[in-house]
């Protein structure tokens, strides 16, 4: 190959070259745009609900977490549970409630994230039949958790994890280990990370 035949490879693989950066740069946005999108928040009613089938115990916090059993962002959310009731033993009940839509066969709902909720202390792992649950404590992405105090007051409401899939120190479970230890939290509200519990994309996986 002559000079002017090297170097027209040189610059066509350099022309290569940028373009795969290009696209990989741009995968990386929108990666990250994806990681950082909140879901719908709930508005969860400002007393414990008198119709939800979940127990709470009088003089002692509760928390409410509803997940998909098959968004991959329910993972973190648990690792972050477990980490969150480690931190405050004794101090409150959780209730994690997976989504179960009707028209899938039972044991649907009970993926590898079921048997990991049932191994946390203190938590309290139940079906969701059709969203029951969900449209009990107004809540919509899966992920939500909500926190009540002793007297049945809403305390909390948001998400325990940083991003969609990940977990790390945020905002939602430091908010919750300053209510339950100190009574009083500079925040009351956090962003959820997950998937719909309204039109989940993969309800049928």
């Not at 414990?48 to 009088?58: G, I, K, Q, S, Y």
């Not at 405050?88 to 048997?115: C, I």
């Not at 969203?131 to 809403?154: C, K, W």
């Not at 280990?177 to 009574?183: D, F, H, N, R």
Request: glycine share 10%; aromatic share 6%; with cysteine.
């Amino acid at each position: 190959m002559n000079a002017v035949g090297k170097a027209l490879a040189r610059l066509r693989l350099a022309a290569i070259t940028a373009a795969w950066l290009t696209a990989v740069a741009a995968s990386s946005v929108v990666l990250l745009d994806y990681q950082q999108t909140p879901g719908v928040p709930a508005d969860p009613p400002g007393e414990w609900p008198a119709e939800t089938t979940l127990a709470r115990v009088p003089g002692r916090y509760a928390l409410v977490l509803l997940l998909h059993p098959r968004c991959p962002c329910s993972a973190a959310t648990l690792v972050e549970l477990d980490r969150l009731m480690s931190r405050v033993p004794g101090r409150m009940t959780a209730h994690v409630v997976f989504w179960k839509p009707s028209d899938l066969p039972q044991g649907w709902e009970t993926t590898d994230l079921w048997s990991r909720a049932t191994q946390i202390p203190d938590v309290h792992v139940a079906r969701d039949d059709d969203g029951r649950e969900a449209r009990r404590f107004h809540a919509v992405t899966s992920g939500q958790a909500i926190l009540y105090d002793g007297a049945g007051r809403l305390a909390f409401s948001g998400g325990i994890t940083p991003g969609r899939g990940h977990a790390g120190d945020n905002v939602g479970e430091e908010a919750i280990v300053s209510l339950l230890t100190e009574g009083t939290a500079p925040v009351r509200t956090a962003p959820v990370y997950g998937c719909s519990l309204v039109d989940p994309i993969d309800a049928h996986g």
